[in-house]
C-alpha cells in the first residue's frame, strides 16, 4: 500500500532535515503505530505523505498503491485514497461542513450527489460517532472543541472512504467515552473495508488497544529506529524512549 | 425596529430613531458608493459589503453618527480576481458634540492574482467617549485552509471557490435572489 525509502525531509528553504532517511512499508490492511518524542517528526511524515506546502522531500521516494506519488499535488494524493487526519485539523469559517464533505464527495467519486442519500449518510455516521447532527451545518472546525474535532475528522473518513488512513494523535483531546466510539467507528470501517491501512501515531498504548496494531515503530531523530509489536508500546510507556 | 435588506446598487440610507438596519450588499465588478446616516438615538447599523471586482474599483462608504448614542458596524470584504486596482474608502464620522457611539470597521481584500489591493479606513472621531476599531487585511487566502480541502480531494480552483464563497456570501441568505445572481455571477468569474 505505501512504501517509503530512504525519506529526506526538511522545511522549505531550510537546511536542516527533519527527517533523515526515513524508511517504512505499510502492507494492504495492515495496521502500524508510530510513536516517539515530542518533535522528533512524526506530524511532519504524515504531512509529507501528504504533499504540505512547508516541506520539501529533498532525497527519497513515497510510493503508494505502485505509484510515486513525491510530484503529485496534495488533492490528488487524497483522491488515490490517502487520509490524514490532522493533530490539529484547521478551522475553515465561512464554509459549512456539509458544502465541504459535498465538494470533496463529489471530486474524489466524480458523482454528483444524491442529495437525500448523502444526508442520509452523514446523518448516520454522525449518529455512530455520538456527534451532534447539527455539526453538518456549522463552519468547519469553527468554534469546536478540540474533542470535536477530531470527530469530525473520522465522520470525513467515514463519508470519503479512504484507502490509507493516517491518524496524527487523534487519542489527544478525546475524553475515555470519545476515544472509545472513535476507535470503534475505526475498527468497523477497517472491518467493512479489509484492505484499509492504517497508521497511528501516538504517544499512549492505550488508543493501541483499542485499535491493534500489527506492527509498532519507534521513531527518533527523524528515522524509524526499532520496530516491533505491541509489546513495545507497552515497553516504551514504561521505560521512555532514552532506554 | 429591526429591518434586513439586499442590494446590489448605491444608496443613501437615513435611519431614524431606534431603527436597527442591516444591509447586506453585493456588488460585481464596479465602483461603490454608499451614505449612511444615523439620525436618530439608537439608530443602528450593520453594513456589510461583498464585491468581486476584476478591473479598477473604489468603494467609498460614508458613516455618519448624526446623533448621540448610535452604532455602526461596516464589514467590507472583497476578492480582488484580476491585476488592477481595487480600493476600499470607509469613512466613520462623529462630530465633536456627540456622544456615546459605537464605530467599528472590518475590511478584507483577498487578491487572487496580484492584483494591487488598498485599504483607507479613516475614523474621524472628534470625541472621546466613542468606541471604535477597525481590522484591515489585504492579501491572500490563507494556505492552511487551502492545504486542509485540498488533502480531503478538493481541487485548488474549487477549494478556492469555497474559501471565496465563504467571505463574499458569508451568512447572507442563499435563497435571497440578489445573493443567487452574485452567486452565479461569482462563478462566472472564477471560471472566467
Ligand atoms: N512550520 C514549522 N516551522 C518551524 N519548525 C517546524 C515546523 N514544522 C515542524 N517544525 C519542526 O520540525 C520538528 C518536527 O516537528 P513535528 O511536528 O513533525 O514533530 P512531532 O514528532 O509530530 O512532535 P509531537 O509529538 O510534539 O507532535 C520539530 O523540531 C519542529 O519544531
Ligand atoms: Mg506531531
Redesign the interface.
Known amino acids: 500500500m505505501l512504501s517509503i525509502k530512504n525519506l529526506v525531509v526538511s522545511l522549505k528553504n531550510e537546511d536542516k532535515k527533519i527527517l533523515d532517511g526515513l524508511s517504512l512499508e505499510v502492507g494492504n490492511g495492515e495496521v502500524h503505530a508510530i510513536m516517539g518524542p515530542n518533535g522528533t517528526g512524526k506530524s511532519t511524515l504524515s504531512k509529507a505523505i501528504m504533499g504540505h506546502f512547508l516541506f520539501e522531500v529533498n532525497d527519497g521516494e513515497i510510493v503508494f498503491n505502485g505509484v510515486k506519488i513525491n510530484d503529485l499535488s496534495v488533492d490528488e494524493r487524497a483522491k488515490l485514497g490517502i487520509f490524514l487526519a490532522m493533530q490539529d485539523p484547521t478551522v475553515v469559517d465561512g464554509v459549512t461542513n456539509s458544502e465541504f464533505l459535498k465538494s470533496a464527495y463529489e471530486e474524489q467519486t466524480g458523482k454528483h450527489i444524491d442529495y437525500f442519500k448523502f444526508i442520509n449518510d452523514v446523518n448516520k455516521s454522525l449518529d455512530d460517532l455520538k456527534f451532534s447532527r447539527d455539526m453538518i451545518h456549522r463552519h468547519v472546525n469553527a468554534g469546536f472543541s478540540g474533542g470535536e474535532k477530531k470527530k469530525n475528522e473520522v465522520l470525513q473518513i467515514k463519508m470519503l472512504k479512504p484507502k490509507l488512513i493516517i491518524l496524527d494523535e487523534i487519542d489527544s483531546g478525546l475524553d475515555v467515552d470519545s476515544l472509545k466510539t472513535v476507535a470503534e467507528n475505526i475498527n468497523e470501517y477497517k472491518k467493512e473495508n479489509p484492505d484499509t491501512s492504517i497508521l497511528i501515531i501516538t504517544h499512549y498504548p492505550r488508543i493501541l488497544e483499542m485499535i491493534k496494531p500489527d506492527y509498532v515503530h519507534i521513531m527518533k531523530d527523524g528515522k524509524i529506529v526499532k520496530t516491533g509489536d505491541m509489546s513495545l508500546a507497552i515497553e516504551t510507556e514504561q521505560v521512555g524512549y532514552n532506554e | 425596529m429591526n429591518k434586513i435588506i439586499y442590494i446590489n446598487n448605491d444608496c443613501v440610507f437615513d435611519i431614524n430613531k431606534d431603527e436597527t438596519l442591516e444591509i447586506y450588499h453585493y456588488v460585481v465588478d464596479k465602483s461603490v458608493n454608499i451614505k449612511i446616516n444615523l439620525n436618530g438615538e439608537n439608530a443602528k447599523v450593520i453594513y456589510r459589503l461583498s464585491i468581486i471586482s476584476n478591473n479598477d474599483n473604489v468603494c467609498k462608504v460614508d458613516v455618519n453618527h448624526v446623533t448621540s448614542n448610535t452604532e455602526s458596524k461596516i464589514i467590507c470584504h472583497g476578492v480582488n480576481t484580476g491585476n488592477k486596482k481595487l480600493e476600499f474608502n470607509v469613512t466613520g464620522l462623529v462630530s465633536k458634540d456627540i456622544s456615546k457611539c459605537v464605530c467599528k470597521e472590518e475590511n478584507q481584500i483577498i487578491n487572487l492574482k496580484g492584483g494591487e489591493s488598498v485599504i483607507k479606513p479613516n475614523l474621524l472621531i472628534r470625541n472621546y467617549d466613542t468606541f471604535s476599531n477597525h481590522a484591515a487585511y489585504i492579501g491572500e487566502f490563507s ?3 487551502l ?10 480552483a ?2 478556492t471557490k ?2 471565496m ?3 463574499l ?2 451568512d447572507g441568505d442563499r435563497e435571497n435572489v440578489i445573493v443567487k445572481e452574485f452567486v452565479d455571477n461569482l462563478k462566472e468569474a472564477y471560471n472566467g
Open positions: 494556505k492552511d485552509k492545504f486542509y480541502l485540498k488533502s480531503r480531494g478538493i481541487s485548488d474549487n477549494a469555497l474559501l464563497e465563504g467571505l456570501l458569508g
